[in-house]
């Protein structure tokens, strides 16, 4: 029986996150349902991860068992001709039995996206959080530097039965369209950005995210550039530190699932 490792992109905005759920519309449900009329039944998928309401993905994986040999061109057309136009499989690879697209990842690479002009754009206003008034980048940057190496970001989380650990590992941060000490954007390894000068972004890489993991990450940043918080605040939320909490939770629009590594 083929394995199918899709790549799939989509706009969360109208739905109520990646996981099938009884009464209302997700990601995965959806999906499912487009393989239909190619199987006569829906999909059973298995993604990399389980991205919440709201969230968006460029880099989804996917994988199912299907009893049907086609070309991945082939399914790659069919599917996303029975897929609304915010869902859409980007690639198709037949991998062997042993792929798993949770099991199987080694990486995850996440950006979450301001906006930072007083008027909030029409265009990136599903995929970004307006953040109209001034922040501190520099400190924001110095915070975010913490969360690097391998910590227990239980307080960057919410409590879950089905995860065996809190602990996971952050590879890299790196910033992308923060403006330079000299006023041009920067794309974070010190190139021009052609993206619009308000927009920025914070990518965070690791082996793995909890969930709500990011956006309390990102929360805190936004406490840190608000001057709420100190930089330091972050090594002391993840060292149990009784005199700081992790911030609220930043909102789902910013938050964009990039890509998963195998």
């Known amino acids: 029986m083929p394995r199918l490792k899709l790549t799939v992109e989509y706009d969360g905005t109208e739905y109520a996150g990646w ?13 499912a349902a487009a393989f239909t009329p190619l199987l006569g039944q829906p999909a059973q998928l298995h993604a990399a991860g389980r991205t919440d309401a709201g969230v968006h993905a460029l880099g989804q ?53 301001f906006w930072c002009g007083r008027v909030e754009s029409t265009r990136w206003r599903r995929y970004s959080l307006h953040v109209p008034q001034p922040l501190d980048w520099e400190a924001m940057r110095e915070a975010a ?39 041009s954007a920067q794309d974070g390894s010190g190139n021009a950005s052609f993206s619009p000068p308000e927009l920025l972004a914070v990518a965070f890489y690791g082996d793995g995210f909890l969930r709500y993991q990011v956006r309390r990450m990102v929360g805190t940043l936004l406490a840190v550039g608000q ?23 930043a909102p789902a629009q910013g938050l964009t699932l990039m890509q998963v590594d195998y």
Request: proline residues 5%; contains cysteine; charged residues 15%.
């Open 19 to 31: 996981q099938a759920q009884a009464n209302a519309r997700s990601i995965q449900a959806v999906l």
């Open 61 to 113: 994986v996917v994988h199912t068992d299907v009893h049907q040999m086609r070309a991945p061109e082939t399914w790659r057309a069919a599917l996303n001709a029975h897929l609304p136009p915010d869902i859409r499989v980007r690639q198709v690879e037949v991998v062997g039995a042993d792929f798993h697209a949770r099991k199987s990842a080694r990486g995850k690479l996440y950006h979450y996206a």
């Open 227 to 249: 001057g709420k918080l100190p930089p330091t605040a972050v090594a002391g939320i993840l060292c149990g530190a009784k005199e700081f909490a992790a911030a609220a939770t």
């Open 145 to 183: 530097q913490h969360f690097v190496g391998r910590h227990d970001f239980a307080p960057f989380s919410v409590a879950d039965r089905t995860v065996q650990t809190t602990v996971r590992t952050i590879h890299w941060v790196t910033w992308h369209g923060v403006s330079a000490p000299g006023g």
